[in-house]
């Protein structure tokens, strides 16, 4: 018969506890950012790749005014780590952490039986570093790192769950803006270096700057196929048409990034491209 310090173990060792600590921050702190839990556990089909799974929280703050963007959700998933772990993004020749770009998925049902979807380039605050390699590894040098293997199922669960939204009866007529974020409580570190300082013999660097931060851009070509209606000449433009973003957030940083979330609106004129074209 276990004890309840076995039972208290098996518990603490899973992350569903991480994940309603994530919410409840979510709803106590609602007032401040005007966010709401939409649905937690929401289970995800993707009918071509075969794959599905559960998304943690998907978050919504409701209708915005035109050229912003429709109705926004951040689609997350919550990791944990065991104890002081972090996660180093690599920032080769930047210095700030100014990079405000962000490539959405948007969704839309103009009337019944009308459907259309995409990835936009947008850009929004808080600005952070950008990167497109984190040092996180699998179990063997033969697996696809953690991070990317989060990342491409968050974006299938993302792509599944605009599919799944736009095809419900009271979303005709709207739109719909999704971001994928994953929540953690690895310490999230910056390796800031000069590409030049990388030995061509050995492959490593003696001069590096570390930068703790709650908020990093994970942006890199994580599709694993283009979109079929982009005309595609080039390698280049296949990598670059599978270019998607993942924010990566500290949880104890995640209210004020809820707070401070806003499109810039000085790219609002492409939304209004898309939508009432």
Not at 132 to 156: A, H
Request: hydrophobic letters at 35%.
């Amino acid at each position: 018969m276990p004890t309840p310090e076995d039972l208290q173990k098996l518990v603490n060792a899973s992350g569903f506890l991480f994940q309603l600590r994530v919410e409840s921050e979510v709803q106590a702190t609602r007032d401040s950012h005007q966010w709401q839990v939409l649905a937690r556990e929401h289970p995800w089909y993707n009918a071509e790749s075969g794959k599905s799974g559960y998304i943690d929280l998907i978050l919504d703050n409701g209708p915005v005014p035109r050229g912003s963007g429709g109705q926004i959700r951040l689609v997350i998933e919550c990791k944990r780590t065991s104890g002081d772990a972090a996660w180093v993004f690599l920032a080769p020749d930047v210095s700030t952490k100014s990079a405000t770009v962000v490539r959405t998925i948007w969704a839309m049902s103009p009337k019944p039986n009308e459907y259309r979807s995409g990835w936009l380039d947008s850009h929004a605050e808080p600005a952070s570093y950008l990167s497109e390699f984190c040092d996180i590894r699998g179990k063997g040098e033969d697996q696809v790192p953690m991070l990317e293997r989060i990342s491409q199922k968050l974006l299938d669960s993302t792509e599944s769950l605009a599919f799944e939204e736009i095809h419900l009866y009271e979303s005709h007529g709207k739109r719909f803006v999704y971001l994928p974020v994953v929540v953690t409580n690895a310490d999230l570190q910056i390796c800031k270096f000069q590409s030049r300082d990388v030995s061509l013999l050995k492959g490593t660097f003696d001069n590096c700057e570390f930068e703790s931060v709650p908020l990093v851009r994970f942006h890199k070509s994580l599709a694993t196929k283009s979109d079929p209606a982009l005309f595609l000449r080039t390698v280049g433009q296949s990598n670059q048409a599978r270019l998607r973003t993942v924010l990566i957030v500290k949880a104890d940083y995640l209210s004020k990034f809820l707070e401070e979330w806003c499109f810039d609106r000085a790219y609002s004129a492409q939304w209004d491209s898309v939508w009432y074209r």
